[in-house]
Nanobody, 123 residues
Framework: VQLQASGGGLVQAGGSLRLSCAAS????????MGWFRQAPGKERDFVAA????????RYGNSVKGRFTISRDNAKNTGYLQMNSLKPEDTSVYYC?????????????????WGQGTQVTVSS
């Protein structure tokens, strides 16, 4: 499975961005998908995850109520809608996938990773 993240950019605080994660190589309809982010000098942190059906989701505490994860299995693509962005959301965002019914928050549970897309939120 190859993952390609896109949609990052520069946005003012309070603004919105929508990230996409396009999968290729095989269908990911049986894979859970997740988003993580990593700021310079920091560990890669969990942002959100969604099960392969698209019915169960999980969010990191810092993004609950502002970010929404979704997926379109027909397009083999996952999404992360980010609203009410804050300067502390500035990071490189990575999408990931793993073949499991669970939607764990640990980077160690994901088998496939995209290359990352930069999100910068100005104050």
């Amino acid at each position: 499975v190859q993952l390609q993240a896109s949609g990052g950019g520069l946005v003012q605080a309070g603004g919105s961005l929508r990230l996409s994660c396009a999968a290729s190589g095989r269908t990911v309809s049986r894979y859970a998908m997740g988003w993580f982010r990593q700021a310079p000098g920091k560990e890669r942190d969990f942002v959100a995850a969604i099960d392969h059906y698209g019915t169960s989701t999980r969010y990191g505490n810092s993004v609950k109520g502002r970010f929404t994860i979704s997926r379109d299995n027909a397009k083999n693509t996952g999404y992360l809608q980010m609203n009410s962005l804050k300067p502390e959301d500035t990071s490189v965002y990575y999408c990931a996938a793993h073949y499991d019914l669970r939607i764990p928050p640990s980077v160690h549970d994901y088998d496939y990773w995209g290359q990352g897309t930069q999100v910068t939120v100005s104050s």
